[in-house]
């Protein structure tokens, strides 16, 4: 049996799988907003706003804090950092492809080596009058593509059906094997990796072959990487006050 990741990746993967809600996070990267001000660049309703808005809190990637009448919203990067590690155990898939589909996937401690690597990009900065730029075709194609990859990785059953294939390729009967369901639920899980473009199929005489396409996963990593300064920001902050601690107590 299938040994399943925390039910929060879940919930953090679901939360990014919406364009709006990921607009959203980065103009928190820039400081606490009231929910009006986080509405404004939007040509929607306050209260289709407001649900975005609580998705992201049941995946504690957003904090309100009220203070009288005036609820203000802030960003916590937690989760992100979770979804991060387990994105960058598979770092070693799109750097280097398997030639023979047997690599393993790297150990966790090994997870956060891609950031170390990898320097995040500028944040966005988020406007009632963004450039048009944001509307071309390429970024409306990128925000597809990302909507896909996070929603196909919001499934513990998806997940755990990529690190199978991150071992080596798989026919779907024994891509089965190893969880509690038929086959054709899992040929649903399947269908969804493969419009993610995360799993391709090639077929071997009367055999459908599934190998891992870890290249979606890169583009998802080099998203959240964006707000690494933030969880960095917050171990550096922790290694200040233990240093001080010991001081104080020596």
């Not at 364009?19 to 306050?46: K, M, N």
């Not at 996070?150 to 059906?161: C, E, P, V």
């Not at 550096?236 to 240093?243: G, H, K, N, V």
């Amino acid at each position: 049996m299938v040994k399943y990741q925390p039910k929060s990746l879940d919930a953090t993967f679901g939360a990014l799988g919406d364009s709006t809600r990921r607009a959203i996070l980065a103009r928190l990267a820039q400081g606490e907003a009231r929910v009006t001000e986080l509405a404004a660049p939007f040509s929607v309703s306050l209260p289709a706003v407001s649900k975005h808005l609580r998705v992201l809190e049941s995946a504690d990637l957003l904090i309100r804090e009220k203070n009288g009448r005036i609820q203000r919203c802030r960003l916590d990067t937690d989760p992100l950092q979770k979804a991060a590690d387990w994105l960058a155990l598979y770092q070693r898939h799109w750097e280097e492809p398997p030639t023979d589909h047997g690599n393993p996937i790297p150990p966790d401690g090994e997870a956060t080596r891609f950031f170390t690597t990898n320097p995040a990009p500028a944040i966005f900065p988020l406007t009632k009058n963004p450039p048009s730029t944001i509307f071309n075709r390429s970024v409306k194609l990128d925000c597809e593509a990302l909507d896909a990859t996070f929603s196909a990785l919001a499934d513990a059953t998806r997940r755990a059906m990529l690190i199978c294939l991150a071992f080596t390729e798989s026919s779907l009967t024994e891509l089965a094997a190893p969880f509690n369901m038929s086959l054709p639920a899992l040929t649903k899980h399947l269908r969804v990796l493969e419009l993610a473009g995360l799993v391709a199929r090639e077929k071997h005489g009367r055999v459908n072959l599934c190998r891992l396409v870890a290249a979606p996963m890169q583009d998802a990593a080099a998203w959240i990487g964006r707000y690494r300064v933030f969880w960095e920001k917050q171990f550096d902050a922790l290694a200040t006050y233990l240093e001080e601690s010991d001081r104080e107590k020596t």
